[in-house]
């Protein structure tokens, strides 16, 4: 049966959600540590262009791979036809995410640009350039595009039906090269989450479990004799 809940990556993948807030929290303090430059509007549409729009028309065409965290994956000739079905997901949500990533990047970018110099005590980069600043928040909002779309990929495919699933064909190793963005190291092998049998206990919401109780057997007539002495015995 393919499902998706039994696959571990899936569920680091929705770390993204807790981490994306920190990183606006991280380019609002990189931000800070310099003061805008004479054309603030043009140097901001730079900035998203490198680091947002850039990669999300590279993963328009070639979107991420669910069972890679960036840094390392899962081997692409070790997963099991569980893995190789889900990679095989529709491609429009995936891309959906990377044009809702691309247009919420820009007013947050314009926004915490325009509120850094309040930050300015805590910025880490006092005395760096405006060039240096706005090189550097660029590989942290591809960084956010990156985790926008597998975030909701992984939301997506966590949500769908094992019904649903069961019609999918699974992705041979040259098609998911092809089709999916796949970067890191092949170093992730997590066994996959598997139910717990019940033993005994009425599942919530199905039929009772049937447990085999020992039967005691009853000696056959006969087979052994009474050796204690009867009452008349005993009286005389």
């Known amino acids: ?3 998706a809940r039994r696959e571990p990556l899936l569920w680091l993948q929705l770390l993204s959600g807790a981490v994306l807030p920190l990183e606006l929290l991280l380019l609002l303090l990189l931000l800070a540590g310099v003061d805008p430059g004479p054309v603030p509007a043009l140097e901001r549409l730079l900035a998203w262009a490198i680091g947002v729009l850039t990669p999300a028309v590279l993963l328009w065409r070639q979107p991420g ?8 994956q899962a081997p692409l000739r070790a997963r099991s036809t569980n893995q190789r079905t889900l990679v095989a997901a529709p491609l429009f949500q995936a891309r959906a995410a990377v044009v809702v990533a691309a247009v919420l990047l820009l007013p947050a970018l314009w926004w915490l640009d325009a509120a850094a110099p309040l930050a300015g005590p805590m910025a880490p ?3 760096a350039s405006r060039l240096v600043v706005l090189l550097l928040a660029a590989p942290l909002l591809a960084l956010m595009v990156w985790q926008i779309q597998q975030l909701v990929q992984a939301i997506a495919l966590l949500m769908r039906s094992e019904q649903v699933l069961q019609t999918w064909t699974p992705l041979s190793e040259e098609q998911l090269q092809k089709q999916r963005l796949s970067p890191g190291l092949p170093l992730l092998l997590l066994e996959p989450f598997v139910a717990p049998r019940s033993s005994g206990v009425d599942p919530p ?4 479990v049937e447990v085999d109780l020992p039967v ?8 052994e004799q009474d050796d204690s002495p009867g009452l008349d ?3 005389g």
Do not use: K, N, R
Request: hydrophobic letters at 40%; zero cysteines.
């Open 1 to 3: 049966m393919i499902s």
């Open 205 to 208: 919401g199905g039929d009772p």
């Open 233 to 235: 015995q005993q009286v």
């Open 125 to 127: 980069l006092q005395e």
């Open 65 to 72: 791979d669910p069972f890679s965290l960036l840094m390392i």
């Open 216 to 223: 005691a057997v009853e000696p056959e007539h006969g087979s």
